[in-house]
């Protein structure tokens, strides 16, 4: 029985290409019912089997770039020529509604979350090793070699901001990496903040 929240937790969860981020999503959204996934607005084409609403909402630039003169959104970022970004107006419905809200932003995006969201989540996912990484762009065999090479050449940047996390999942397993992100879930709803409205009681 999953007690009602007061408010959702805003989770950001970022890490390289290649790491098995949405593996390990789609398996997180499976086994608990109380997360909302926020589907990432963008302008680039759609990959052989991603759906329109399901992996991205895919739009046009036009669209794209009305929406931040509107300041429709939390966070957006340019990415190798194509723009990014997150509805702000869902966001806060599923939070006031006490649904948590799962963001896979890179970390541009993942900073400037951070500063209209302080109170955000931070989980930053690495693969076991550096090797392992590069194994696994190549196994997905979607990239030509100058593309995965400019992908670890990303994920080395990307991996000097990880400090500005709170925390380091690593993705060796798929099940482990689940659980960890799970633990850290459970641990956030047990922060006092969080259980203030149980206070009165004893007050």
């Not at 302008?43 to 770039?65: A, D, H, I, L, M």
């Not at 966070?75 to 966001?91: C, D, M, P, R, W």
Request: aromatic fraction near 8%.
């Amino acid at each position: 029985m999953t007690r009602k929240k007061e408010r959702g937790q805003l989770i950001v969860l970022s890490g390289p290409s290649g790491v098995g981020k949405s593996t390990v999503i789609a398996e997180l959204l499976g086994q608990r019912d109380n997360i909302y996934f926020s589907v990432s607005y963008t302008t680039r084409q759609p990959r052989v089997g991603e759906q329109n609403g399901v992996n991205y909402n895919f739009v046009s630039r036009e669209e794209f770039e009305r929406m931040i003169a509107a300041d429709e959104l939390l966070e957006f970022a340019e990415y190798v020529h194509n723009y990014y970004g997150t509805s702000l107006k869902l966001i806060q419905e599923k939070l006031s509604a006490g649904i948590d809200v799962l963001l896979d932003i890179e970390v541009q995006g993942a900073a400037k979350v951070r500063e209209r969201c302080p109170d955000a989540l931070f989980i930053f996912i690495i693969p076991p090793s550096f090797e392992e990484l590069s194994r696994r762009l190549h196994r997905r065999n979607t990239d030509s070699e100058d593309v995965i090479a400019g992908r670890l050449e990303k994920a080395r940047q990307e991996f000097r901001e990880i400090p500005k996390y709170d925390y380091l999942v690593i993705n060796d397993k798929v099940s482990n990496a689940v659980e960890e992100i799970a633990a850290i879930l459970t641990a956030a709803e047990c922060r006092v903040p969080n259980r203030s409205h149980m206070l009165a009681q004893f007050a």
